[in-house]
């Protein structure tokens, strides 16, 4: 039941023109699709082929093409087969529509993406900040967020050469630090 | 010998003033017998401030059995006496750590597990974590480790003990003394608006804690953004509408 | 937080006030925090506030070495570490497209088990001593300590172990592990009866328990929610069977439901399945010593190791519902992007939020421990 | 002129200064003087408190149809007048001042409300001083009609409760009409003597229709169970210092005059003797029971209510059960109990009503959600209410413990295991409100906007400080009180208690001065404890624990609405305001009837009313 | 000469109170660590916890009412142990009986609202709230075994009732004259003392412990001095009443530690209830136990 039913999907998904559509095994498919038609699509796999389950949405920013790739993993519980359907949306201005209308969980992971990487969901409930609520800096899962930058800039480190390390080594002991690794 | 055996333990930072000997011998044995209670009865804040709070449990339930050494858990800062701080400190967290203890009652000791608390652990790069802790408080004990069994977390708190019983612990009236430098610090970090509900400068002069470190220019700066908090006292007449009439922020807004 | 809000502000006449539960407080799983407005015992609205925890491990990993990730990724969930190694060793594996040995798949099978009763073990805990029962937890996290002492002998480590690598796992076992652990499973079993008697048949427990955030099958698929929490509204669904991974089709093990969807289904659900992983383990216990062979696989150099460029993602099964990872590499020798979806992500902040409002304050905690959320999975 | 004609005159003289200076800024001040002189009348009678005199007769009499209207005082009325006057006193002193200026600068008129006070100190005493049922039933509607006169006077919502008041007053006044006729058809007189020794002689069902109707009658002054409805909201409206009075001694009338007829004149011995068939209750048991039950509805009706004047305001119909409770039982404690607590409830009713009344003054809210944190603002009027409900909770050191405890302890003598548990569940229930009442008011979170608040002015907090003086030191010293409620009892014709100035002389008696020292000396040693520890450093509000969080003023942190959650779960669905729908049903009868009535007036037609002769006549014929 | 032998047996009672509550907390701490498989505190951990506590450099207060709230927590407490008759003593057992006795041990739990109330923290008025309820649901059935007490003895004074039980061997105990009001008693010590599973107003999870929320140094120190009282004079009561009170020390004590051990015992063993349910349980059970028991002593 559950093959043919997969079966099918694969054969309604090869025949749409505008998606590419690759099987990686059984449970695992893979949809190449343009943004203006995910939700569509979604609409399709939650509503006709019991996709009910959205796993995860996971944003990955490709700065070099200047892109955000947003993947919507979700679920079947009936057919136990997990399609990431991948769109890319222009880094500017950023904006993208929500699913929340079709997977409640979505409101999660759209505000985590807001949050994370700047991308405005409309029409998701909550886009407040929830984890960064304290945070001023940019949105820090960007690739243009230097986190290692920001770190060095903000924070003191604790001296790891104290007094008596000095007293030790200057009776010709301790602990030797290269010159290249002192920070 | 082992060159690391030469490593003190301790950093000894100055005299502590606790251990200044009264001249009344019954006033020191009174001392003593407090400072015996205060390290036979610690009680703990129950804040799991990071991961290292997984092993608390352990140490508190069936097989390590804290209560043995009169350590038991409490729910609020009000309450408590040591603050353990279990691991790395998000910034987020960072500032509840502060307010938790400012509103703990002194002598209050503060107990940095992990290795995250000494310099940010495995996660120095990350924007999210403070990495000193003890810029920010006076650490008592670190108990390094990722994460510190409960052997070492009960080995620890005895040394701890052991420090309070010998009036050596006595950190907290650091964070009074030098409240200007902890306080820069945090603003550092924070914002130079940073405050919190407790009032430490009244507190320090009413415990005679002061001394000139106390204040400087960060307090200045604290007190310039700070709506100060004075405790209701109950007032019979007409006193309360000077205190109104005195209130610098009204007088700004004008 | 505001500093400038102690100005006087004029507050609004209502019936309503406010209520902090965490980041300092009993009720609440580790460092969170959730508000709620509450009239007399009733919750009128409730708030999740994360990011307590956050340290940023995302943007970590993508700063760090492939092998170097292996030793963050534990962290991310503390209670239940162990599933956290095994999906991104997985996720290199498939990346790389290696094959690991079936010893390797054994001993991960092993150890991802025994990392599930000692969570099992001590979400109970938890779940007790909201309702004000300490016993439980105190028997629960001296046994869990137990199954620690196990993790410490075949891994060197008490919590985080780091045994996985992708490839397979560090080392193999040492001799006479699997007598100790049967010893053990016998022990555990021994005093499932005492935990019954003590906890899950109380009577006042089951009152305090019975209908306490209660979700119907239809909410918990709309919300996302997975694993036991799934389980205890009856959908017969774990990702062991149904998205097998390792040797999970290889091993006899039943998917425990419950009807009722509520605080106590959740917890029995759980006890049943330290039933299943006791008898999992038993599996094993008779089953490996036939598998031979090596424990991992050869693998690059690990300190310069380009993984193939690619996509994947990875789900298994933690003790909290379905963990998964989306792994995007660029052919670097760093991880071009990690996403972790920790199950708690869904518990701890949607579920949670719906399930508190309309039900009373004595209860809050008492779902929050119920739905085991673990909140660094959320903060990551 | 005897003491009691120069207390009607200068009564009487109160009335008219009140309502000619009332309006003046010394006219309080005046009227307050003029009730203070009352006080002295009264006190040239005080031999009557002690025993030594019996009666002091009025030289005011005259004959109506042969029979003669006489007023004089015993020492119930003494001991009804002395609290009426105390209750008028510290009233208008109250209102004399800031209250009177303010209540006057919002447009009410303080001529009015002098003027109404004084009415009714002056009716009550009319009534109090009544020597025969004529005068006592003249007193009885004077009284009314002056208790809605102040109640009317706010206008409005409080208009509408006054007439609610007065439908049931007539409603009463026709039952105590009707019952009085009664009398007269029986005994041939309206003399309290000829009653009362006619009374051991009359037929048992006689007896049942007059005690249902004098009780009911009486009832509904004393709102005793299902005529409790009107109390509450009407006395809660009353503006300032008059719901003090009223909740002090208004309703105490019909306790008068209850006591007067039933117990006094028919006595409670012959309504043992009255059984109810069928059952195993006597009408002192029914009476018992209307009062336990009086004591539990209204009590844990105020727990529900979250306006802190209707609160007290169901207090004060609850602890009527008290009162009616102690005199049915009708032996020496229980008696002097009763007795008792009518004059200790009057001391912190009248406190707590003007301590409420303080904090409206200040914040212009009684609205329990409202307010919060106002002991640094108004500590002395905190003081009051502390002291107050401590009396109203019925505990230690307070007298309203002492009156609550001799209830009890008659209880367990007369062996009635459930009159006290029901007793006892009214007193937990007054714990639970009036803590609620002084958190929400008093304690927990100071609302931005009552940050400026100041303690009341002086000329309100005095009268306060003395009422908790009365309170403590009658607590302290029980026997000032219980002499009094002893030559009452003699007077009355009920066994009389044995006291002593600390308390009950009994076995397992009572020694308040003992008890109260020893209160006190562990109170001392509990300071002496606390200083043990070191000095204490006052912190602001804010810096409270908040689950880690930081506290903002924005911050709704004070616990106020639905106080007892878990309580109401239980009980809530009990609630079902039974009496209301009661209350409604009959008013819808009787609109049905009156309107039939009116239809029958009407559009009478001459046909109709010939055809109802008509079948009248046959049927007189063929039957 | 009588009146200081009496001045000195006021100042002892509270005292020996104190030092034998001390005692029983020790014993309920232990209690509880053997059932949860452990070792528990040593033998002086309550005295240090007090002593720790009084100690503390930094005394936190919310306001005066907070202070005498505080004050009069203990202060109450120390003049109810005058109430409660001790072998050798009877302090003011004479000057009001059971009744009273019911009411002064109020004006702690009151001292103690008013001290919580005054800290603004709703954690702690709920707390309360749940503490009142509570005493709602204990009271009625506490107040029940009073009255049946003192009928059954024909006195409310607690030193006559030992009396009347020490006349004869143990057949004129109270426990045997009215065995379902022993029960009923039994029944509701756990909630008189405040434990599981009546131990609604503290709950941790839920509110923080309550009314401790803000109680920190000597004010914390003085709800411990309390907590010593309490179970001393749940102890104390249920033995007066049932089990021929105090004539000997020696025989004295293990009764009271075995009346507080008896709910010790089982209150590790249990989640608390519901606010609502311990009122139903309260008025089910003990009362009807309470009701029947009190129709066979009145017959």
């Known amino acids: 039941m559950s093959k043919e039913l997969n079966l099918w999907l694969d054969d309604l998904l090869k025949d749409i023109k505008i998606i590419q559509f690759k099987r990686k095994n059984s449970r695992r498919v893979r949809i190449d699709i343009a943004p203006e038609a995910l939700p569509a699509l979604l609409e399709l796999l939650q509503g006709r082929a019991s996709y009910v389950h959205l796993s995860a949405i996971t944003c990955v920013d490709w700065i070099e093409d200047d892109e955000f790739e947003l993947v919507y993993h979700v679920w079947s519980y009936e057919t136990n087969s997990l399609v990431s359907a991948h769109t890319r949306i222009s880094r500017d201005p950023g904006v993208y529509l929500s699913v929340y209308d079709l997977y409640t969980p979505a409101a999660f992971f759209e505000r985590d993406i807001h949050e994370m990487f700047g991308l405005y969901f409309e029409g998701s409930p909550d886009m407040e900040k929830f984890i960064l609520t304290e945070w001023n800096g940019p949105p820090p899962m960007r690739k243009d967020f230097d986190s290692e930058a920001f770190v060095n800039q903000t924070f003191s480190w604790e001296e790891y050469h104290p007094q008596w390390l000095k007293d030790i080594e200057a009776e010709g002991g301790g602990i030797t630090t290269r010159p290249e690794d002192v920070r | 010998m082992n060159e690391l055996d030469k490593i003190p333990v301790r950093q000894e930072l100055s005299v502590a003033e606790g251990n200044v000997k009264r001249s009344n011998p019954l006033a020191n044995v009174f001392d003593e017998l407090v400072r015996f209670c205060q390290s036979r009865s610690m009680f703990m804040l129950h804040y799991c401030t990071g991961c290292g709070a997984i092993e608390l449990p352990p140490a508190m339930t069936s097989r390590f059995d804290m209560e043995r050494l009169g350590i038991q858990p409490m729910v609020t800062p009000r309450q408590a006496d040591i603050l353990l701080i279990t691991g790395y400190v998000s910034v987020k967290t960072l500032k509840r750590i502060i307010l938790t203890y400012e509103q703990m009652p002194s002598p209050k000791y503060v107990i940095g597990i992990c290795s995250c608390t000494v310099n940010g652990g495995m996660y120095w790069q990350s924007y999210a974590t403070a990495k000193v802790l003890k810029e920010y408080l006076p650490v008592d004990i670190y108990i390094a480790g990722c994460m510190p069994r409960p052997e070492a977390v009960i080995s620890g708190l005895r040394d701890l003990m052991g420090d309070i019983k010998s009036g050596r612990a006595d950190n907290w009236k650091r964070y009074f003394q030098n409240y200007d430098h902890y306080l820069g610090n945090q603003q550092k970090l924070f914002g130079e608006d940073w405050q919190t509900p407790t009032d430490i400068i009244a507190e320090a002069e009413h415990y005679g804690l002061m001394t000139d470190q106390t204040l400087g220019e960060h307090t200045a700066l604290l007190q310039k953004h700070q709506q100060p908090l004075e405790a209701l006292e109950f007032s019979l007449g007409e006193k309360r509408e000077k205190i109104q009439g005195e209130n610098p922020r009204e007088k700004n807004n004008e | 937080m505001r500093p400038e809000n102690y100005e006087a502000i004029k507050q609004p006449p209502s019936n309503e006030f406010e209520l902090n539960f965490g980041p300092n407080h009993p009720g609440i799983e580790g460092n969170y925090a959730f508000r709620v407005k509450l009239n007399g015992d009733e919750v009128l609205s409730a708030r999740a506030d994360a990011g307590y925890l956050h340290r940023g491990f995302e943007k970590l990993m993508e700063g760090r070495l492939w092998i170097q990730n292996i030793a963050l990724v534990p962290r991310i969930c503390v209670p239940d570490p162990v599933p956290m190694e095994v999906c991104y060793s997985l996720a290199i594996e498939e990346l790389c497209g290696l094959e690991i040995p079936e010893r390797a798949m054994w001993l991960r099978v092993m150890q991802l088990e025994m990392s599930r009763l000692a969570a099992h073990l001590f979400a109970f805990g938890g779940h007790a001593a909201t309702t004000g029962m300490y016993t439980p937890m105190f028997w629960g996290v001296a046994d869990r300590d137990l199954i620690l002492d196990r993790f410490e002998e075949l891994t060197g480590g008490r919590v985080y172990s780091i045994y996985n690598i992708p490839g397979g796992v560090r080392r193999d076992m040492p001799d006479g592990f699997l007598d100790r652990l049967g010893t053990l499973l016998d022990y555990l079993d021994s005093r499932l009866p005492d935990y019954d008697s003590l906890f899950f048949r109380n009577q006042v427990f089951i009152k305090r328990a019975r209908d306490v955030g209660a979700m119907t099958q239809e909410q918990a698929l709309k919300w996302g929610v997975t694993g036991p929490n799934l389980r205890a509204t009856g959908l017969a669904f774990d990702v062991r069977r149904d998205d097998p991974y390792l040797v999970y089709d290889k091993i006899d093990f039943d998917i425990v439901t419950e009807p009722g969807g509520d605080a106590l289904s959740r917890n029995l659900v759980r006890r049943a399945e330290l039933k299943q992983s006791i008898r999992i383990l038993r599996q094993i216990i008779k089953h490996l010593p036939s598998v031979k062979g090596a424990v991992r696989c050869p693998i690059p150099n690990p300190l310069a190791w380009n993984v193939p460029a690619g996509e994947t993602y990875t789900r298994v099964e933690s003790s909290k519902g379905e963990l998964a990872y989306y792994v995007v590499s660029n052919g670097g020798d760093k991880p071009y992007r990690v996403h972790v979806r920790g199950p708690s992500s869904m518990h701890a902040v949607q579920v949670l939020e719906k399930l508190a409002v309309g039900s009373r304050l004595e209860d809050v905690a008492q779902i929050m421990f119920s739905l085991d959320a673990c909140p660094p999975e959320v903060d990551r | 002129m005897t003491a009691l004609d120069y207390l009607l005159l200068i009564s009487a003289i109160t009335v008219v200064i009140a309502l000619l200076a009332g309006n003046m800024r010394v006219g309080g001040w005046l009227v307050t003087i003029l009730y203070a002189l009352q006080g002295a009348a009264l006190l040239m009678m005080s031999g009557l408190g002690y025993s030594t005199l019996t009666v002091v007769q009025s030289s005011l009499r005259f004959n109506v149809l042969s029979e003669q209207m006489l007023w004089r005082f015993d020492a119930l009325s003494w001991f009804f007048a002395l609290i009426t006057i105390g209750a008028g006193l510290f009233c208008s002193w109250f209102a004399s001042g800031e209250w009177g200026e303010k209540y006057r600068d919002n447009g009410g008129s303080l001529r009015l409300f002098h003027g109404a006070l004084a009415l009714n100190v002056f009716t009550m005493l009319v009534l109090l001083a009544s020597g025969d049922l004529l005068t006592l ?261 307070m007298n309203g413990f002492v009156s609550k405890w001799l209830i009890y302890r008659s209880l367990i003598v007369d062996g009635s295991p459930l009159l006290f548990i029901a007793a006892v569940i009214g007193t937990l229930g007054t714990i639970l409100s009036v803590y609620k009442l002084i958190h929400n008011i008093f304690l927990g979170q100071l609302r931005v906007e009552h940050a400026a608040v100041r303690e009341a002015p002086l000329s309100m907090v005095i009268p306060m400080m003395l009422l908790a003086a009365v309170v403590f030191v009658t607590g302290y010293f029980p026997g000032l009180v219980l002499d009094w409620t002893s030559a009452v009892q003699a007077s009355i014709g009920l066994p009389v208690l044995a006291h002593h100035l600390g308390g009950v002389d009994m076995k397992g008696g009572l020694d308040m001065i003992w008890i109260v020292s020893v209160l006190l000396v562990g109170f001392g040693f509990g300071t002496l404890v606390f200083f043990l520890g070191g000095r204490s450093k006052r912190v602001h509000q804010l810096d409270n624990y908040a689950g880690g969080h930081f506290l903002t003023a924005e911050t709704r942190y004070h616990y106020s609405d639905n106080f007892y959650p878990g309580l109401m779960h239980l009980i809530g669905p009990w609630y079902r305001n039974s009496f209301e729908w009661l209350e409604r049903g009959v008013i819808s009868a009787v609109d049905i009837l009156s309107t039939a009535m009116q239809g029958l007036y009407r559009n009478a037609h001459p046909s109709y009313l010939l055809l109802v002769a008509v079948v009248f006549a046959l049927s007189w014929v063929i039957v | 000469m009588h009146f200081y032998e009496l001045l000195v047996e006021l100042l002892l009672m509270p005292i020996l109170a104190f030092v034998i509550g001390l005692a029983m907390v020790l014993m309920m701490r232990r209690i509880g660590a053997r059932i949860q498989r452990r070792v528990g505190p040593p033998v002086l951990q309550p005295i240090y916890d007090i002593i720790k506590l009084y100690s503390k450099e930094t005394q936190i207060s919310h306001g005066l009412m907070h202070e005498i709230g505080i004050i009069m927590a203990v202060g109450g407490f120390i003049a109810a142990m005058t109430l409660l008759p001790v072998p050798g003593m009877s302090g003011l057992t004479d000057k009001g009986g059971a009744v009273t006795l019911a009411y002064m041990l109020m004006i702690p739990s009151l001292g103690m609202a008013l001290g919580v109330g005054q800290c603004a923290n709703p954690n702690g008025s709920i707390g309360i709230s749940r503490a009142l309820t509570a005493m709602l649901a204990y009271d009625i059935p506490f107040i029940l075994v009073i009255f049946g007490a003192s009928y059954v003895y024909g006195t409310t004074n607690l030193a006559e009732m030992v009396a009347i039980q020490q006349q004869q061997d143990v057949s004129s105990w109270g426990i045997v004259q009215m065995p379902l009001l022993a029960l009923t008693a039994l029944l509701i010590l756990p909630a008189t003392m405040g434990k599981h599973p009546f131990e609604i107003y503290v709950a941790p999870s839920e509110i923080a412990t309550g009314p401790m929320v803000e109680m920190s140094g000597k004010f914390m120190g003085g709800l411990f001095v309390m907590q010593c009282f309490q179970l001393y004079t749940a102890g104390v009561i249920f033995t007066t009443l049932f089990l021929g009170g105090g004539v000997y020390w020696i025989t004295f004590l293990p009764k009271i530690f075995l009346v507080v051990a008896i709910p010790m015992s089982v209150a590790y063993l249990f989640p608390r209830y519901r606010t609502e349910d311990v009122l139903r349980l309260m008025w089910k059970w003990p009362m009807l136990l309470g009701l029947i028991g009190l129709a066979v002593v009145m017959k």
Not at chain 4, 204 to 215: E, H, Q, R
Not at chain 4, 275 to 299: C, H, K, M, N, S
Request: proline content about 3%; charged content about 10%.
């Open chain 4, 137 to 397: 039933f003249i007193g009885w509607e004077l009284v009314s009609w002056a208790s809605f006169l102040i109640m009317a006077l706010a206008g409005g919502k409080a208009f509408n409760y006054a007439m609610r008041y007065i439908s049931y007053a007539f409603a009463g006044a026709m039952a105590v009409l009707g019952g009085l006729l009664l009398i007269y058809a029986e005994v041939g007189s309206f003399d309290f003597q000829s009653l009362k020794e006619a009374a051991p002689q009359m037929q048992a069902s006689t007896l049942w229709l007059l005690v249902v109707l004098l009780t009911a009658g009486f009832g509904v002054k004393m709102a005793i169970l299902p005529f409790h409805l009107w109390q509450a909201k009407a006395y809660a409206e009353t503006p300032g210092p008059g719901a003090a009075f009223l909740g002090a001694i208004s309703s105490r009338m019909g306790l008068f005059a209850f006591i007067v007829v039933i117990v006094q004149l028919i006595g409670i011995s012959r309504l043992v003797e009255m059984e109810i068939p069928y059952t195993f209750l006597d009408a002192q048991d029914l009476l018992a029971w209307i009062a336990v039950f009086t004591i539990i509805i209204p009590t844990y009706i105020a727990l529900r209510q979250h306006d802190a004047r209707r609160l007290l305001a169901w207090h004060g119909v609850g602890q009527t059960g008290y009162m009616l409770l102690g005199l049915v039982i009708a032996n020496d404690l229980g008696s002097a109990g009763g007795l008792m607590h009518v004059f200790n409830y009057a001391s912190y009713q009248a406190m707590l009503f003007m301590a409420v009344v303080a904090v409206m003054h200040r914040t212009g809210t009684s609205d329990l959600n409202k307010l919060g944190g106002l002991f640094t603002r108004m500590p002395l009027s905190y003081l009051a209410m502390l002291i107050g409900i401590i009396g109203l909770a019925g505990l230690p050191p």
